[in-house]
C-alpha cells in the first residue's frame, strides 16, 4: 500500500509503479466511486479498442502508410479469401467458376 498526498485543487499522483501496471497514461480519464465504508474507487475509463487503434494509427505513420493504402490491401486480402475459399477456378473463357 502506497500513500499520496492531496495536492493544491484535489490534485492526486497515481504512483508510477501503479499508472505503468494498469497502462495509464495522461490523460486518460478515471471513474470516481465513494465507498459507503469510506474507500474511494478509481477505475480507468478507456477502451482498449481505441487504444489499439491509436497505436497502429501511429505504427502506419511511421511506416508511411495511409489509410487508403490499407483499405486497398483489406480489399486485396479479403479477395484472395474469397477466391482461395468460394471460386474452383475459371473456365476456358476466362469466367470465374464457382465451388
Known amino acids: 500500500m502506497e500513500s499520496v498526498p492531496i495536492r493544491r485543487k ?10 505503468e501496471r494498469f497502462g495509464l497514461r495522461e490523460g486518460d480519464v478515471l471513474s470516481v466511486v465513494a ?7 478509481l477505475t480507468p475509463l478507456f477502451s482498449q479498442v481505441a487504444r489499439h487503434g ?5 505504427m502506419m505513420a ?3 502508410v495511409s ?3 490499407m483499405m486497398d490491401q483489406l480489399d ?19 469466367q470465374t467458376e464457382r465451388a
Not at 484535489?10 to 499508472?19: C, D, E, F, L
Open 67 to 69: 489509410l487508403d493504402d
Open 10 to 19: 484535489g490534485v492526486v499522483t497515481i504512483p508510477k509503479r501503479i499508472r
Open 76 to 94: 486485396e486480402e479479403r479477395r484472395r479469401y474469397y477466391e482461395q475459399h468460394y471460386r474452383k477456378g475459371t473456365d476456358e473463357s476466362g
Open 54 to 58: 491509436d497505436e497502429v494509427a501511429a
Open 35 to 41: 465507498l459507503d465504508d469510506g474507500s474511494i474507487l
Open 62 to 64: 511511421e511506416a508511411g
